[in-house]
């Protein structure tokens, strides 16, 4: 059983749409994050998340709503897509706040057009 | 500066060899580090977890933290084929620091190839 899974594993959409991605840990871990790796293959924190309460991270423009129905789900909404949210999206898990270390899904990857 | 400084590469070495990875970085408040595996077009896999400074050990896999220096490094004895990925080093501040909501402060990654 993968223990943190992404879908969809590809997205292709044209720039002004709005798309989700979602991310679900059987893990039973409390803490969920959304990270970006962009073209260069960097991988940069977006937004953590703690027993469905978000942490805000600053400096993520606010087209880009994470939402957590339970503290197994993380999604993330992304509203009027532009050509710079191409990159590859990874959700992680770690046991809490507070433990180390963090397990990775495979990615969604985002094409805008 | 930034904050965790990697090689990029491409790395390439025989099958057998011994490989050595590393990365720097400049805040003292990272407490817990993390060495990844990432395949292409995979998520990042993790391979080494350690606290604070020390050695650790785990199959042909070695994880060394020198916080005096602010050095960490991996080595891979044995290498074999299948360790041709991108090997990406991560770091958090300790929890009481707000560690978790940082979230890992990640290297950009070594591009390893080991030739048959």
Redesign the interface.
């Known amino acids: 059983d993968t223990a943190v899974s992404q879908t969809p594993k590809y997205l292709v959409t044209q720039m002004g749409n709005d798309k989700s991605i979602k991310c679900e840990q059987n893990l039973g871990h409390d803490t969920m994050y959304w990270y970006k790796q962009d073209s260069k293959k960097f991988l940069k924190i977006m937004f953590s998340y703690n027993n469905k309460e978000l942490i805000i991270n600053e400096t993520v423009p606010n087209r880009f709503s994470p939402k957590s129905p339970d503290k197994a789900h993380l999604n993330l909404h992304i509203n009027s897509l532009e050509l710079g949210d191409s990159a590859v999206y990874f959700c992680a898990s770690s046991q809490d706040l507070a433990s180390q270390p963090q397990h990775f899904g495979d990615g969604t990857r985002l094409s805008i057009l | 500066q930034k904050e965790v400084e990697q090689d990029p590469g491409p790395l390439s070495v025989p099958e057998g060899a011994i490989v050595s990875l590393n990365c720097t970085y400049s805040n003292s408040a990272f407490q ?1 580090f ?1 060495w ?1 595996r990432q395949y292409s ?6 391979l080494m ?1 350690t606290y604070s400074s020390g050695n650790k050990e785990d199959g042909r896999f070695t994880a060394q933290v020198d916080k005096s220096s602010k050095y960490i490094s991996l080595f891979i004895r044995d290498s074999q084929p299948s360790d041709s990925a ?1 090997y ?1 080093c ?1 770091m ?1 501040r300790a ?2 620091s707000g560690g ?7 290297g ?2 070594t591009h390893l190839i080991i030739q048959p």
């Open positions: 817990y993390m990844y077009r995979k998520g990042p896999e993790l977890y991108t990406l991560a958090i929890p009481y978790g909501a940082d979230g890992l402060t990640f950009k990654g």
